[in-house]
Antibody, heavy 113, light 112 residues
Framework: QMQLVQSGAEVKKTGSSVKVSCKAS????????LHWVRQAPGQALEWMGW????????NYAQKFQDRVTITRDRSMSTAYMELSSLRSEDTAMYYC??????WGQGTMVTVSS | QSVLTQPPSASGTPGQRVTISCSGS????????VNWYQQLPGTAPKLLIY???QRPSGVPDRFSGSKSGTSASLAISGLQSEDEADYYC?????????????FGGGTKLTVL
């Protein structure tokens, strides 16, 4: 079946970076935009950006424009989201979503000093 | 502060019909379609409605969506206990501040 499997939970120090992976299976990776959405504890969903797996084009939310990088490896059917200059407010569950109808299980990122 | 406005909570008894509203502006709901997501406790969101009123395969027809102007609504008929979840609306936003997907603040549905 179609699924996205994300990498495991991360604990990071303030000011460092985190890179989360999202591996697709059960469908053609290049056929669906791949979005990244985060959710702070008890808070709403927040869109971070997308990548077009076919050609690698990206579009980032203005809020994250200078700190987020989304990439993909077509040979591995895997997308990556790297967030830099981490601060405590970045503590959240990070989800990848294929065309918003296939969601990963989420990756918890905890940022502390 | 979310770009799309939803009531923080809603409730109903089993069998009832409940509606959840989502208010936006001309740059998002007013000019683009709306999606709805269901998030059960401790799980990833699930696409419930896309393109205002379309249900993905497997979503019961108890769930329906509509849009008028800069607002949208999700209706759940024949409410069941397993419908207790958080519900989010979302739309593409073409504002001058930057084009992006925007979400509502979420509505927690309680089945009494």
């Amino acid at each position: 079946q179609m699924q996205l499997v994300q990498s495991g939970a991360e604990v990071k120090k303030t000011g460092s970076s985190v890179k989360v992976s999202c591996k697709a299976s059960g469908y053609t990776f290049t056929y669906r935009y791949l979005h990244w959405v985060r959710q702070a504890p008890g808070q709403a969903l927040e869109w971070m950006g997308w990548i077009t797996p076919f050609n690698g084009n990206t579009n980032y939310a203005q809020k994250f424009q200078d700190r987020v990088t989304i990439t993909r490896d077509r040979s591995m059917s895997t997308a990556y989201m790297e967030l830099s200059s981490l601060r405590s407010e970045d503590t959240a569950m990070y989800y990848c979503a294929g065309a918003f109808d296939i969601w990963g299980q989420g990756t918890m990122v905890t940022v502390s000093s | 502060q979310s770009v799309l406005t939803q009531p923080p909570s809603a409730s109903g008894t089993p069998g009832q019909r409940v509606t959840i509203s989502c208010s936006g502006s001309s740059s998002n709901i007013g000019s683009n379609t709306v999606n709805w997501y269901q998030q059960l406790p401790g799980t990833a969101p699930k696409l419930l409605i896309y393109s205002n009123n379309q249900r993905p395969s497997g979503v019961p027809d108890r769930f329906s969506g509509s849009k008028s102007g800069t607002s949208a609504s999700l209706a759940i008929s024949g409410l069941q206990s397993e419908d207790e979840a958080d519900y989010y609306c979302a739309a593409w936003d073409d504002s001058l501040n930057g084009r992006s997907w925007v979400f509502g603040g979420g509505t927690k549905l309680t089945v009494l």
